[in-house]
C-alpha cells in the first residue's frame, strides 16, 4: 500500500452556505495498478487530487503515504520528493527546453548537473521524445510530445507516486491512447501507481480500478 485515505471529509463556506464535499472517503491505491477516478463536474475529484497531492490537507481524517499522514508533513517536502502530478495543460515551464524542464526537479534536490543531465536524458528516451526535440522550447512541440516531455519530468521525481488531472484532455484519440500506455507500462513495468483523474471513456476501460465520486464518497466501479 503507498497510498491511502480514511474517513476523509473536506468542506468549505460558500458566500450562503457550508459546503460538504468530501463525507468519510475511505479507498487505498497499491503500487503496480493504474487507477481511474471519474464523477460529475463538482463531485469533488479536484479537491481529492488536491489532498492526495498534498495541495491541501482534509478537514478531518487523514490521508498517508506509506503509513505516514501528510498533516505530520512539511508539505512543501511532500510535494517535491514524494508525489508528481501530470496536467491536461501541460504545465511546463515556456522559457525551458525540453531537457532543462525534465532536469528541473532533480535540480531542486540539488542532484549534481551533470548526473541531472544523464537521467534527464535517460526519461526523455523512456518516453520515446527524439533528441531533436530535447533541446527544443515546448511550444514548438506537439501536443502528445508536451505530454511525454511532462511524463518525463514527473519520472525525473522518482516517487513511484503518480497523479493524472485529464491527461488526455488536450490529445487526439491516437495521442491519447500513447500517453495511456505509457502510464500503464510505468505501473506494471516500474511499480509505479498511476492515479488518473478523467472523464474519457476510452480511458477508464484500460485501468485497473475504477472509483467514482458520489455523494460525497468514492465507490469503487471495477477491479
Not at 29 to 41: C, H, N, P, Q, V
Not at 73 to 99: A, G, H
Not at 165 to 194: F, M, Q, W
Request: glycine fraction near 6%; proline fraction near 4%; hydrophobic fraction near 40%.
Amino acid at each position: 500500500m503507498i497510498l491511502e485515505l480514511k474517513d476523509v471529509t473536506f468542506s468549505y463556506n460558500s458566500k450562503w452556505n457550508k459546503v460538504d464535499v468530501l463525507k468519510g472517503v475511505n479507498c487505498s491505491f497499491e503500487r503496480g495498478k493504474t487507477y481511474g477516478i471519474i464523477g460529475k463536474s463538482g463531485s469533488g475529484k479536484s479537491t481529492v487530487l488536491s489532498l492526495m497531492a498534498g495541495i491541501t490537507l482534509p478537514v478531518s481524517g487523514e490521508v498517508l503515504l506509506e503509513g505516514v499522514p501528510t498533516s505530520s508533513m512539511n508539505l512543501q517536502i511532500y510535494r517535491r520528493d514524494k508525489v508528481s502530478v501530470i496536467y491536461q495543460s501541460f504545465r511546463l515551464l515556456p522559457l525551458l527546453t525540453s531537457i532543462e524542464n525534465v532536469m528541473y526537479p532533480m535540480e531542486l534536490r540539488k542532484v549534481p548537473r551533470r548526473e541531472a543531465l544523464e537521467r534527464a536524458e535517460k526519461y526523455l528516451r523512456e518516453v520515446e521524445i527524439p533528441e531533436s526535440c530535447w533541446y527544443r522550447f515546448p511550444v514548438t512541440l506537439s501536443g502528445g510530445e508536451q505530454q511525454r516531455v511532462a511524463i518525463a519530468r514527473a519520472l525525473a521525481c522518482e516517487t513511484h507516486l503518480l497523479l493524472a488531472d485529464e491527461p488526455t484532455g488536450n490529445l487526439d484519440a491516437e495521442n491519447s491512447e500513447k500517453i495511456i500506455e505509457l502510464l500503464k507500462t510505468l505501473a506494471r513495468e516500474h511499480n509505479y501507481c498511476v492515479i488518473i483523474v478523467t472523464h474519457d471513456v476510452d480511458v477508464m476501460d484500460k485501468l485497473d480500478v475504477i472509483y467514482k465520486m458520489q455523494g460525497g464518497l468514492l465507490v469503487e466501479r471495477k477491479a
